[in-house]
């Protein structure tokens, strides 16, 4: 009979689901810290070839496993993530554990307690296994922004992973966790998952805690799941959702069991299809893929129709509007003083602000701020952020009358697949552009779910959005099982 560490690396070079993990962890015939222990050994084979880890939280991951370990030989109730290793964005907080955002003016900080997501996770028996690599206080679309280097794609390693949670992305794509956690402000979550092929969630507004999240733009934030199917990362939104009293913007609407939310069938549902994700730009094998999807929706039974969303086209400008402005204010906090990066020629208090952001903020981080405080800057103000804020009103009820006769709407996640290093890191436009599809539904405060949808000739994946309203993942959750399963 095979041991039991043996069983534990065959998880991990044949990776199952996150239930029947958890079912051999019940049963016993998988230890929890063999498992744990055989991702490190992945993670020291992997991560100088990817840079997916910033840090790894070891000692804190034996814990948790040998905790899981013994309820389970004493036959005590095991939570839903019992010992299943799940990385963390290095934007969300992990006490004592090194927090940096992607950033130098954070190198060496250790925050004194846990984010309010990273807690949920840590109760429901996740074994925590690091920090995970990302742009630059989550302001990217490929993860080249990192003050660490970028991440490299598992399924081409001279592509990106996507940004700008690339790195949970890719964690999961290369299976150096069973889930990871991201954080998604305009595509952040959405895009990486299609460019590595797994699974990715973008939470209504407020259905997940913010608190403890290291702020980008505080009205667009959201923490959400990264899986390799549809139905674990179902499992996990319904760990880290919930109402919390140290969040403000936290809802209280009650959690749905989104995992048995996800096992009924889409058939009856109504299917929107906007014509305005579909023209110039989008790539055509990205479009066969998305267009082969949505004919796998009306073989499950699905009606699709067209609906039409027409302010799509001021998305990208009023995102990059929005989000600047709450950052440039946001990162005003990062100042030399308090923790982080202090620069030595710190001579005088006006030299140590100027020298501290200067140095530690990377070029990305320097635009946005600069953008921000511009839009936000005495003449300018009703031009720019005001008028921003009217669209993303008129973006919200487009939505909303789409919805009242849809159920769920697709579309391409991003306009191509994943690009090479350095294609557009000398472009910012044409980087931003990469967001086209996904911050519409940022700005409107609705949820959604990226999907693997095919892959084109080249093997890159392709991933399909499926949105739906305000605190509806369950029914985008049954359409994407519904994708997901006529991938085989």
Known sequence: MPSETKIAQSYVEKPKTLADLRAGISRGSVKAADLAASYYDRIDQANPRLNVYLSLTQERAMEQATRVDTAA???????????????????????????????????????????????????????????????????????????????????????????????????????MAVATLGSDTGGSIRQPASFCGVVGVLPTYGRVSRYGLIAFASSLDRVGPFAANVRDAATMLGVIAGHDPKDATSSPAPVPDYATESDKPAEGLRIGVPAEYFGEGLDPEVRACIEGGIQALETAGCTVKPVSLPHTRYAIPTYYLVATAEASANLAR?????????????DTLSAMYSHSRDEGFGAEVKRRILLGTYALSAGYYD??????????????????????????????????????????????????????????????????????????????????????????????FRVARAVEAAQG
Request: aromatic share 6%; charged share 20%.
């Open 73 to 175: 030989a004493k036959g005590d109730p095991l939570g839903p993530l019992a010992g299943i290793p799940v990385g963390i964005k290095d934007v969300l907080v992990m006490q004592g554990a090194p927090t940096t955002a992607g950033s130098k003016i954070l190198k060496g900080y250790r925050p004194p307690y846990d984010a309010t997501a990273v807690r949920k996770l840590d109760a429901a028996g996740a074994v925590l296994l690091g920090k995970i690599n990302c742009d630059e206080f989550a302001m990217g679309s490929s993860n080249e922004n990192s003050a660490y280097g970028p991440v490299r794609n598992p399924v081409d390693t001279e592509r990106v992973p996507g940004g700008s949670s690339g790195g949970s992305a890719a964690a999961v794509a290369a299976n």
């Open 383 to 476: 031009a720019y952020y005001l008028k921003a804020q009217q669209v993303r009103r008129l973006l919200a009820e487009e939505f909303l009358r789409a919805f009242a006769k849809v159920d769920a709407i697709v579309t391409p996640t991003a306009p191509t697949p994943a690009f090479k290093l350095g294609e557009k890191s000398g472009d910012p436009l044409a980087m931003y552009l990469a967001d086209i599809y996904t911050v519409t539904a940022s700005l409107a405060g609705i949820c959604g779910v990226t999907v693997p949808c095919g892959v084109t000739k080249a093997g890159l994946p392709v991933g399909m959005q499926v949105l739906a309203a305000h605190l509806n993942e369950s029914t985008a």
């Open 334 to 346: 990062f100042d030399g003083v308090r923790y982080g990066y202090r620069s030595p020629a710190s």
